[in-house]
Every structure is written in C-alpha cells, then in structure tokens.
Nanobody, 115 residues
Framework: QVQLVESGGGLVPPGGSLRLSCAAS????????MAWYRQAPGKQREFVASISTGGDENYASSVKGRFTISRDNAKNTVSLQMNSLKPEDTAVYYC?????????WGQGTQVTVSS
C-alpha cells in the first residue's frame, strides 16, 4: 500500500523558515519524480516544486529562489526547505508522485505565515 506522509508545517512569521518532509512507504522513491503542491483557502491546488529521479529541480516562479526541494533516496523522503516565507505562502502543502495515470497524494500539512 502506497502512503505519503507530510510533516513539518506550522505557524511562522513573515520572513521565517520551515522545512517540510514527506515520508514515503510502499514505494521506493528513487524510481519516481517527486513534487510538492499547495492549496490555499478558496483556491485551486497549485504546483510548487518538483525533483526528477536524476535530481533536476523545477520551481513555480512564485517560490523560485526562496524554496529548495531535495530528496534522500536512502531514507525514502522528499523535503521542501522554505525560506523568506510570505503570507501568500499560507496553504496546505501536499507531497505527490505519479505512476502512469495514477496520482498519489499525502494528507497534507498546514503552513500558516502570519505575524
């Protein structure tokens, strides 16, 4: 059974940092590109960042230069380091990967950026 479990969310003031983690079970992540998405209240889920099996990174323009995605294949985890956080980064953050037409998601972790 495939499972993705996100952690590391919380409340942080503007300009602060958080590190999100996604622990995978039931799969070996080395075989898949992994991604982070987010969904703010009243908005559609949007792409944040992805990392290929070879380590190539891709970012949404809104987070480029502030967020860094990484993977640890040995620990079967994917992380998202978020710096210089802004109130507009407030959202539920989800870990994701796809196999052919099947898309897998975690339950999400809440990130709130507020003073």
């Amino acid at each position: 059974q495939v499972q993705l479990v996100e952690s590391g969310g919380g409340l942080v003031p503007p300009g602060g940092s958080l590190r999100l983690s996604c622990a995978a079970s039931g799969i070996r992540i080395w075989a898949y590109a992994m991604a982070w998405y987010r969904q703010a209240p009243g908005k559609q889920r949007e792409f944040v960042a992805s990392i290929s099996t070879g380590g190539d990174e891709n970012y949404a323009s809104s987070v480029k230069g502030r967020f860094t995605i990484s993977r640890d294949n040995a620990k079967n985890t994917v992380s998202l380091q978020m710096n210089s956080l802004k109130p507009e980064d407030t959202a539920v953050y989800y870990c994701n990967f796809n196999v052919l037409t099947q898309s897998y998601w975690g339950q999400g972790t809440q990130v709130t950026v507020s003073s």
